[in-house]
């Protein structure tokens, strides 16, 4: 059975490959040292009752086990994880030490989380082809994702000369929250979190609007700005994990003519 673009609920770039999920599968295509991996399991369709904030909820916990099972016997991830056990406590007792404003202290704590990625990108090589490799998959999802929506043959020769940017992108969410950041720094972060829910509906509103609507076309128009930033023309190797994510969610997987 061919994957249909309705059952398709999203997908994900991950930093060594590409997820796909549909609405009764999870489907992970990566690489490592030993070449692509692949792997899938079901899901609980009790997700997607809830809708939008569902669909989005469910993506980020896969996206979450995906990554801890890609780097499950990495050593970087478990520094990882170890630094943020340690750091989140560090963070709340220096939250509650502090004693300047709360816009101030939310202020400070963007610009030193946006110090640290400039200075990671700039000087430490290993993150910085982190960085580029997942923009490169993020542009392969895209493109799987094209084909599959305009039910063309998911073949590598199709997939090729797809767009890399798409109208329902989570970088356009991203962007759609640039405005509130003034907003953010006066409200507690419970309130903030509260004003970023009426964005889910005007993000699906504008993904499936953008051709009639004005409004709706200048705000995908924005979004597509932000993706120049997170999407990269993929290589051969991105659009192969993706192209075999997006194989793992048929009923009745064929292999893909990825050497076409």
């Keep these: 059975m061919v994957m ?43 997700w997607l009752r809830v809708g939008p904030l569902g669909s989005m909820g469910l993506l980020l916990l896969e996206g979450g086990r995906a990554i801890g099972h890609i780097y499950r016997d990495s050593s970087d991830f478990k520094g990882m994880v170890v630094a943020s056990l340690i750091g989140a406590p ?49 542009g392969a999802e895209h493109m799987v994702a094209h084909t599959v929506e305009k039910g063309l043959p998911l073949t590598l020769e199709q997939v090729r000369q797809q767009p890399r940017l798409h109208r329902s992108c989570g970088t356009n969410l991203a962007v759609l929250t640039l405005p509130l950041i003034p907003i953010s720094v006066l409200l507690p972060f419970w309130a903030y979190l509260l004003l970023l829910l009426p964005l889910l509906p005007l993000f699906s509103w504008t993904a499936r609007n953008a051709d009639q609507n004005p409004l709706a076309s200048r705000l995908l128009q924005f979004g597509y700005w932000g993706q120049r930033y997170t999407v990269a023309q993929p290589e051969e190797r991105h659009l192969e994990a993706a192209l075999r994510a997006m194989e793992g969610l048929q009923d009745q997987p064929e292999r893909i003519g990825l050497m076409a």
Excluded at 5 to 31: E, N, T
Excluded at 98 to 105: D, K, L, M, N, S
Excluded at 125 to 130: E, S
Aim: aromatic letters at 14%.
């Design 90 to 138: 560090l963070g709340l007792l220096a939250r509650a030490i502090i004693t300047a404003p709360e816009w101030q202290r939310l202020l400070f704590a963007l610009v030193f989380l946006g110090g640290m990625f400039w200075a990671f990108y700039r000087f430490h090589l290993p993150f910085r082809q982190g960085v580029l490799n997942l923009g490169r998959y993020h």
């Design 4 to 46: 249909e673009a309705k059952d398709l609920i999203g997908g994900m770039a991950l930093p060594q490959g590409v997820m796909f999920v549909s609405k009764h599968r999870v489907s992970v295509a990566y690489h490592d040292a030993q070449g692509l991996q692949h792997y899938t399991r079901e899901i609980h369709p009790g």
